[in-house]
Each structure stands twice: as C-alpha cells, then as structure tokens.
C-alpha cells in the first residue's frame, strides 16, 4: 500500500510518532537515550528543531528540513531504529515484524502534517509544549521535562507561565 503524503523539499512539519504498545513509559525512561539519537540523526542529516515533547508512549516534534531536502521519513527511520536498537529486548513482536527485522517497540508509521503558514506553525509549537497538560501528565506545560519549551524559555521566546491563569489552572 502505497501513503499519500505532503512532501515539500525544504518543508516544516508537524509529526507525531507512537510507540506499538499505548500505556508505556519506554519514551520517557529512556529519554536521555532518545534525545542522544536524535543528535546523532540532525549531525548526519540536519534539520530544524521548532518544537519537541516526549511523551511516555509518544512525542510530538515540529521539524524543518533543509533547503531541497524532503526526506523526512528517512529521518525517522533512522531515529526509530537508532533508539530500538539501544533498547534490551524484551517486547513482544508478531512474526510479520520478525521477518522484517522490525523489534515492535513502534507504530510502523507516523502522521505528518506540512505546516501551512506562520499561525499554523504557532498553533502546532503550542499543540506540542501543552501536550503533557492535554494528557494530565502536569498541571503547567513548564512542569514537564521532556519539553523544547524550556529552551524556548531559556532563550526568552517564552515564559516559563506561558498558558497558566493567574488563578494556576491550565488554559488551553
């Protein structure tokens, strides 16, 4: 089967990308690890990093790729099998999966989506960094720390209270 998807070299997208097994904490256990592939994959094959949450069974990342690039699903690739392969086996896996050397720890697929336009970008960063409030996970987006939202607070694009009421209840 053959995935229509939006491919512009040089595009902005928003990507969200699951784990096979919704419940886990693998992501988050394992987010040292998770942020050093990551690394590995941008120094081999850049791209911009607008906004990034890892969540216990899934993250949420709003990337742009370089000029003429549109190969963002090799990134993903790279950066999934890039941490599987760090990680002690011991999910199950179906034989499909087995006869692919596929481990089972991810969905096989992601969903993108090509960012349109400047408010389109503002609404998919702030989608991400209230993402853990959206899921219970923290009362305030700055409480999480698998957050680019304290990078963005660090380098005052945003306050460390961005979308809490003076009364600490989140706002969406």
């Known amino acids: 089967m053959r995935y229509r998807r939006s491919i512009v070299p040089g595009g902005c997208y928003f990507f969200t990308v699951n ?56 990134r993903w690739s790279l950066i999934k099998s890039g941490f599987s392969k760090r990680i002690e086996a011991d999910e199950g896996t179906t034989e499909s999966r087995r006869q692919n050397g596929e481990r089972g720890i991810w969905q096989r697929r992601f969903w993108e989506h090509l960012i349109r336009d400047d408010g389109d970008l503002q609404r998919h960063v702030d989608y991400v960094h209230y993402n853990p409030v959206k899921h219970g996970l923290v009362g305030r987006p700055s409480d999480w720390p698998f957050s680019s939202l304290h990078r963005h607070v660090r380098l005052g694009a945003m306050s460390a209270d961005w979308c809490v009421a003076t009364d600490r209840r989140a706002v969406g």
């Open 19 to 74: 784990l096979a097994e919704r419940g886990s904490r693998l992501l988050v256990d394992n987010a040292y690890l998770l942020k050093k592939v990551v690394r590995e994959v941008r120094a081999r094959h850049p791209f911009e990093v607008h906004a990034w949450v890892t969540m216990p069974d899934h993250l949420h990342a709003v990337l742009t790729l370089p000029e003429g690039d549109d190969r963002f699903a090799m």
